[in-house]
């Protein structure tokens, strides 16, 4: 049985992960504490936030059939909030919903976790680099994580990292063809964004529990706690436009905060009450800018495989869409 790396726990490395396994021996890497990626919820004390994807959107009829035993089991649930639309100086307006939006229950995180079961994990493991073995007897992918190399070899090496850093890894070991201007890899880009996660002891008011802010560095404001199965302890995640976090990319976090915080106060038009934690988490790769051609990318010659959000689309279903098809084409080739 071929063995493989799956670099990243987010939706596209488990998915591959999940359809693969029984047909390959699946070993993945994580470099943070947890799996999800950009699906993650942070904790701080009791106070829970959902401080990468707030919810997603299910068009395909593929990623809604793979949604279907989890919104039966109640691990996914449709988000309904009021949402508004904010601007300075403008009376707010409802924003309409046209499709359905989910969250996973109890918090964003659940879904991954649940995905991960049984599976081969390695957490608070980052792959630095990859090397070709020169052993004859053992051929294949070497990795590196920091100073040290992982004991076992690969037969496949399959990174469902940000696009930026999929390239570090790959560029000096893929054919030279996937490195020309019209494959779209060197091009393809993910920009920053800035959550700030604000936990309250007193109730909130706002008259919303989602609203789209026009024209202002932040974009998104959001009550977690509003969404379905979360502790009755309110919090905010505010996210800011990717342009804003771009051009602060070189601010303290104490002035990012400070910034986010006035023009937070300032479109609700009230003053907020006392937080009890207050965070900021700095998402250096957030949104897809300009995603790659084919759904996933495929290097015969070198076995090296990458799948992810940069893919597709920007969203957590493009992920899942990206993982899903290169599982397919990898099980016609295993
Ligand atoms: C602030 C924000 C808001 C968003 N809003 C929405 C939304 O409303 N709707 C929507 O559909 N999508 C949204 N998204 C996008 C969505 O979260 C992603 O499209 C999706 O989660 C990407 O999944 P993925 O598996 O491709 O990548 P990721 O979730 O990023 O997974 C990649 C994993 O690889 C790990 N990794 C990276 N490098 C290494 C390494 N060298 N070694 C080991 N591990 C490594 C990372 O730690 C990460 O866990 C949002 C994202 C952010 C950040």
């Not at 009021?82 to 307006?93: F, H, I, M, Q």
């Not at 991960?116 to 590196?144: E, F, M, Q, V, Y």
């Not at 800035?194 to 002891?201: A, D, K, P, T, V």
């Not at 907020?272 to 051609?293: I, M």
Request: one cysteine or more.
């Amino acid at each position: 049985m071929k063995h493989i790396a799956i670099i990243g726990t987010g939706m596209a490395g488990l998915t591959l992960a999940r359809q693969l396994d029984g047909r390959a021996k699946i070993t993945l890497f994580e470099k943070s504490r947890g799996v999800s990626g950009r699906l993650s919820t942070r904790r701080l004390g009791n106070h829970e936030f959902d401080h990468g994807a707030q919810f997603f959107t299910a068009r395909s009829k593929s990623f809604r059939q793979f949604l279907a035993p989890f919104i039966s089991e109640g691990l996914v649930a449709q988000w309904q909030p009021k949402v508004l639309t904010l601007a300075s100086n403008e009376k707010p307006y409802k924003r309409d919903w046209f499709e359905p939006h989910y969250v996973a229950v109890p918090r964003m995180n659940s879904l991954c976790k649940h995905l991960s079961r049984n599976l081969d994990i390695n957490l608070k493991t980052n792959i630095t680099g990859l090397k070709k073995s020169s052993a004859r007897d053992n051929p294949g992918w070497i990795l590196h994580t920091g100073d040290t190399v992982w004991q076992e070899t690969f037969d496949w090496v399959i990174s469902t990292a940000p696009v930026n850093q999929t390239l570090i890894l790959f560029r000096d070991h893929l054919a030279p063809k996937f490195l020309s201007e019209d494959t779209g890899l060197t091009s393809a880009n993910l920009s920053p964004c800035c959550s700030l996660m604000l936990g309250f002891l007193q109730s909130l008011s706002l008259g919303f529990e989602a609203a789209r802010v026009k024209n202002l560095g932040i974009k998104w404001i959001m009550v977690n706690s509003s969404k379905p199965g979360r502790p009755q302890i309110p919090t905010l995640v505010v996210q800011s436009s990717n342009q804003w976090a771009q051009d602060h990319l070189k601010d303290s976090d104490d002035q990012v905060i400070t910034q986010m915080m006035t023009e937070l106060e300032s479109i609700l038009d009230q003053p907020l009450p006392e937080t009890a934690v207050q965070s900021l988490q700095r998402w250096r790769y957030s949104r897809v800018e300009q995603t790659l051609e084919p759904d996933y990318l495929l290097d015969l010659e070198n076995s090296l495989a990458g799948s992810g959000d940069w893919c597709l689309s920007g969203r957590v279903e493009g992920a899942f869409l990206s993982a899903k098809r290169l599982a397919r084409r990898m099980g016609q080739i295993l």
